[in-house]
């Protein structure tokens, strides 16, 4: 006979005790063979990242027995719809599964009738605690089947905060895990991130939105040089503890790379994790450096340096450990890791440009870091500044195909009237920044809505018509084209033919009395971002 569930015997707990909570990086670490599922689907078990059994047990009194329910992930039943006819359906039998299961917990309540009162209660509100479903093999089987087709969990605190909880690993999703890591600490039921740069600070909260629907509130530091972005969400923490152990308050004796990206399956998002480091604790101003306090995070970097056979110099200092990338590998570097910290990205590809003086350069390829999934080039990650030519007519096509009065339109954009009856009516062209609001606005990416819109002509004093994706035609100019410093552009031919062709290509005037090089600051910025190259002395 089969022990009746309950959350001390629940195999999907994995805590032996209340008061031990366990990570991956435990489960990795153990010597008995990890299951095959854990090594190509850590976030499988979404159940032992969001309920510790902690929850369970809390001092014996009236108030802190009401709250344990409370205290948990709730399941909006508009979200997950077989859910509404099963709770009405196995109401009785759902009720005795739960009395059940929290048996021995701080609830002290066996009665069937009460817990039928509550299963009750909650299907009436829409929305139902995880674990009252965990008693009930056929509501489970379909809940577990969805979450894994959808590959996430949308969950709301007993309050009404809603998240959406990733339930596989991604890019961008381990990015935030190296952001965190580095310049992020976490509270109970808070994320920090602090960083220098707002636009750093903005791209993360975009980021934290598309992940988990969670905007996160920007707030300025005190000496005002510096900003901070605070993201609420207890799950949200729980699942980046889960993945990385970063503990709670101080971190440093807790850093390390987490382990799932050294197994093979996962051993591609290495570099999105050190991209996230050094976006948050590399510079890249006059050499390019990163230091840590952390000695294990430390030994994880030098094995990632061997592993992708990047050179590097380190030496310990004052209990820090620093770490130096000489010019020779610094393209390597950025091949593998990349940035996309607004300013440091620009200081590293800064560098990069230092070496294109008096050497041979060479066209390596597409920089495939900074494109979209779809394989389309990132525009919002161009300076912000530059202008999409004949983007007016679009904001105001799709103002009234919304149903948005112009009012309505420009507090939404954060605009005065004037300025967008201005763009509406082609007195001023709006930038990067403001298609990326009207973007978020109707719930498109921006390189959707300019390649929907045809919108591949952008502006900053000069103008240009840049491609949506890499084709057979860009790769071939390329090779004819490289940013250096002071936002010029040297040419890697004299040949008259191609400089036409280039020249009709991008739609653009090359100044041929300035010689071999020419200004387009949108061009440059686009080859800064978008190519990638070697040089050789």
């Known amino acids: 006979m089969f022990p ?79 859910l509404k006819e099963g709770l009405v359906e196995k109401s009785w039998s759902l009720a005795e599964t739960s009395r059940d299961y929290f048996y ?89 991130i602090v960083d220098y740069s707002k636009k750093q600070i903005e791209q993360l909260q975009r980021f934290f939105q598309e992940l988990f629907g969670v905007t996160g509130d920007i707030r300025k530091g005190k000496d005002g040089n510096y900003y901070i972005l605070l ?17 709670l308050g101080r971190k440093y004796e ?29 510079s890249y101003r006059a050499k390019m450096e990163f230091v840590t306090i952390s000695k294990k995070l430390s030994n994880d970097l030098k094995s990632y340096f061997l592993t992708t056979s990047i050179k590097f110099s380190f030496k310990e200092i004052k209990n820090a450990f620093k770490f130096y990338i000489p010019s020779g590998s610094r393209t390597k570097l950025y091949q593998q890791i990349g940035s996309w910290h607004p300013i440091k990205k620009s200081e590293f590809l800064t560098l ?5 003086n008096g050497e041979e350069v060479t066209f390596l390829g597409i920089n495939e870091q900074n494109m979209n999934p779809k394989g389309f080039f990132d525009f919002t990650l161009m300076d912000n500044r530059i202008s999409i030519i004949n983007s007016g007519a679009v904001i105001k096509q799709i103002r009234e195909q919304k149903g948005f009065t112009r009012n309505e339109f420009a507090k939404l954009l954060a605009a005065n009237y004037s300025t967008l009856a201005s763009y509406e009516n082609s007195g001023a062209t709006p930038t990067i920044k403001t298609m990326i609001k009207v973007a978020s606005i109707i719930e498109e990416s921006l390189p959707a809505i300019l ?19 890499p084709t057979k035609e860009l790769k071939k100019y390329l090779r004819y084209l490289y940013p250096r410093l002071h936002n010029v552009i040297s040419l890697q031919t004299k040949e008259q033919e191609t400089l036409h062709k280039i020249e009709e290509f991008f739609s653009i005037k090359i100044d041929k009395e300035r010689g071999n090089d020419f200004k387009n600051y949108v061009l440059w910025d686009f080859l800064r971002l978008f190519v990638l190259y070697e040089t050789e002395k």
């Not at 993201?231 to 503990?247: A, C, D, E, M, P």
């Not at 390649?451 to 840049?466: D, G, M, P, R, T």
């Open 4 to 82: 009746i569930l309950s959350w001390k015997n629940d195999p999907h707990l994995l805590e032996d005790q209340p008061d031990h909570t366990i990570y991956l990086n435990d489960l990795l670490e153990e010597e008995k063979k990890v299951p095959e599922l854990l090594l190509t689907n850590p976030l499988a078990d979404f159940y032992c990242i969001l309920i510790k059994k902690r929850e369970f047990i809390q001092n014996n009194t009236l108030l802190t027995r009401t709250r344990i329910l409370p205290r948990m992930p709730y399941l909006l039943l508009d979200n997950y719809q077989f």
């Open 104 to 192: 021995g917990s701080a609830m002290l309540d066996n009665s069937i009738k009460s817990w039928k009162q509550r299963v009750d209660r909650y299907t009436e509100k829409g929305a139902i605690p995880l674990p009252l479903l965990r008693g009930n093999e056929e509501l489970w089987q379909q809940l577990t089947e969805q979450i894994q087709r959808e590959k996430q969990i949308i969950i709301q605190s007993a309050k009404g905060e809603q998240s959406i909880i990733p339930l596989e690993l991604t890019e961008k999703l381990v990015y935030l895990l190296g952001i965190i890591d580095g310049d992020g600490h976490l509270s109970k039921h808070q994320v920090h």
């Open 231 to 247: 993201v609420n969400g207890k799950w949200i923490v729980r699942l980046v503890q889960f993945l990385t152990g970063h503990s």
């Open 254 to 282: 807790s850093l390390q790379e987490p382990l799932i990206l050294k197994t093979d399956y996962w051993s591609h998002l290495r570099g999105a994790y050190w991209r996230g480091m050094f976006d948050a604790d590399g």
């Open 352 to 356: 990069l440009s230092r070496r294109y």
């Open 451 to 469: 390649q929907k819109y045809q919108l591949n002509k952008f502006a900053y004093i000069l103008s240009v018509e840049l491609p949506f994706s």
